[in-house]
């Protein structure tokens, strides 16, 4: 008997996930298309729908007597609605009506040349719908013309044309105008946009004084209005709008892009604080006589933040209300010049207050931008001390706290001396203990952890006074300083100007080891001696210089001072110095803008 070989092969696994995989691309794309085939049947659907709904208002404008072609309480009068919800087959319909007067050129304009004392020639009537029940994105807009049956006679009404631009004086299309007159009875509203050259014309209104309110918005933005007079605001800047007979009456407004703030408080090493509340305004007034802000926000800085929303451009000024802390500086400098759709950070910072204090802020003359490295000097009989801009501070003027302070909290008070330094001298001035008629040789004493409150760059040790008595040598006061990114640190490696353990830092040498560098917390040693013991060194102040993100730019601060008059000397290399007089009364602010050469 003859075998024959019969080939039983199937399908693989791997055959058939392709097979299934290239039925489902199929699948899914005839899915798709067939989806979108009834997407766009059912838009088109409520398209003709909608443009059949809006025919139909049309047709109603159209059949109506001319006189009757407006809208109720608006301008024309009439008896249209500009606003209904229609519903045809289960869709709801938000059908807006608008009813101009419209000028034509034909026969002159009003104002014009030659003046058109009738300029209401003719009615433009416009009708938008939008489904608010089927994700429709862009309404359906239809119009016509009405024209009267005979020629329009004389009119003693008037006009009033307005006009809408950004902050940069660009026209504003399409914002929204709602007006109110309050001469008639009842009140005429007007809702209309601005057309492409962002004006709106109302035409043949009637006469009014001081009675079309007047308010501007669009989207996004923030809105511009006419203001009432009232016991707050009895001198408004833009009141109410007149109507004049056969006159045109032009006002403006502006809008843009709403902006956003976000304010935080720091103290003066850069770590947050729970600051104080104030009020925030704009220099933009809507009344004078008094000062009247359009915006005057109140807030409070108890979290170490405030976030300010929807902003118009302006140039913003802070008050605070505080007897807590004082204003001793801000990033970017103060006044915050706002512009559209941005959104500023403002970083605040505090000292503790004092009856007295000022701030100083150094500009370049040309470009009002801050200025560092601007050297201030300020005096007068009882009183010398010279700041530099765009530095922070560290200093200790006072040791009558004594020993035993690991973190810098107490001012007066430091880690450990040697036993031989005096602290007792008024006002907490450090020299030399004294021994009978003769003082100790030599001491030397080590400062507290102050915390800078983020890694710095070290600049300068300077201190006072410079000058010594001579009989205590040349070198009666010399500086260590160590730094560390460690707070609790065990021990300190001291060094001087070289980085090494035997050089120091003096009167005369006095730019930090950059290899300091980088580190947020830091100590100082200071040594005193003498070479005659019937004199000691006397030390009055340290200052420690860096800088750091959290520097405010062009700027310095001084609290504790007494009140009175000072002498001010500003200069800065390539500048002309700037010499004055400051009055020192309460918390005071100064503004000194310096030219170049």
Known sequence: MERKNINQSGFTLIELTVAISIFLIFAVGIYSTISMVFKIVYQSRMRILETTLLSEQLEIARNLPYDSVGLTNGIPIGVLQHSQTINRDGANFSVITSVRNIDDPF??????????????????????????????????????????????GASQ??????????????????????????AANPDV???????????????????????????????????????????QNPNPLKPPANVVSQSITEISFSIDDVSAMNVSSLNSVCSSLAGPSGSLYGEKLIGANPSVYKTNQSFSLASGNYNFSNLEWDTYHFKMASTTYDVAGAIPML???????????????????TANSLLVKVKDAGTGLP???????????????????????????????GSGQTNFLDETKYFADSGTLDNTISPGDLRLKKVGSYYLASGNLES??????????????????????????????????????????????????????????????????????????????????????????????????????????????????????????????GYAT??????VSGNGELEINLSSL
């Not at 209104?205 to 501007?216: D, F, H, K, M, R």
């Not at 006044?335 to 207050?353: C, R």
């Not at 700037?578 to 009055?583: E, P, Q, W």
Request: with cysteine.
């Open 448 to 573: 507290a952890t102050f915390d800078l409150g983020s890694s710095v760059t070290l600049r300068n040790i300077i201190f006072e006074p410079i000058s010594q008595a001579v009989q205590v040598g040349s070198s009666s006061i010399l500086f260590q300083l160590a730094a560390t990114n460690t707070p609790n640190a065990v021990s300190w490696i001291y060094s001087g100007p070289d980085g090494s353990a035997s050089t120091y830092y003096s009167a005369t040498n006095t730019i930090i080891f950059a290899g300091l560098a980088g580190n947020r917390y830091l100590r100082y040693k200071v040594f005193l001696s003498t070479l005659d013991t019937r004199y000691s060194p006397q030390l009055s102040e340290v200052n420690i210089t860096y800088t750091n993100n959290c520097v405010p730019p062009g700027q310095v601060f001084w609290s504790g001072l007494s009140g009175g008059t000072y002498n001010l000397d500003v200069s800065r290399a």
């Open 335 to 353: 006044p915050i010049k706002l512009n559209p759709g941005a959104t500023q950070n403002v970083s605040l910072i505090f000292k503790a207050h």
């Open 189 to 231: 509203i007007i809702d209309d946009v601005t057309d492409n050259n962002g004006m709106l014309q109302i035409v043949d209104a009637p006469t009014g004084t001081l009675s079309y309110n007047i308010t501007v918005s669009k989207s996004g933005n923030n809105s511009d209005y006419t203001v009432t007079s009232s016991a």
């Open 371 to 401: 200025l560092s490295n601007a050297t201030v000097h300020l005096y007068n009989g009882s009183f010398d001390d010279t700041l530099q801009s765009d530095l922070g501070y560290s200093r200790q003027t006072d040791w009558s706290g």
């Open 578 to 583: 700037n010499s004055g007089t400051a009055t």
């Open 107 to 152: 026969d002159g304009t009003l104002g014009g040349v030659p003046n058109d004392t009738a300029p209401a020639d003719y009615k433009l009537v416009e009708v938008s719908g939008i489904c608010t029940n089927c994700s429709q994105q862009e309404p359906v807009i239809l119009s016509t013309i009405i024209a009267p049956k005979n020629l329009e």
């Open 157 to 182: 009404n008037g006009a009033l044309f307005i006009h809408v631009f950004d902050s940069n004086g660009i026209a504003v299309p399409q914002a929204n105008v709602h007006i109110v007159n309050t």
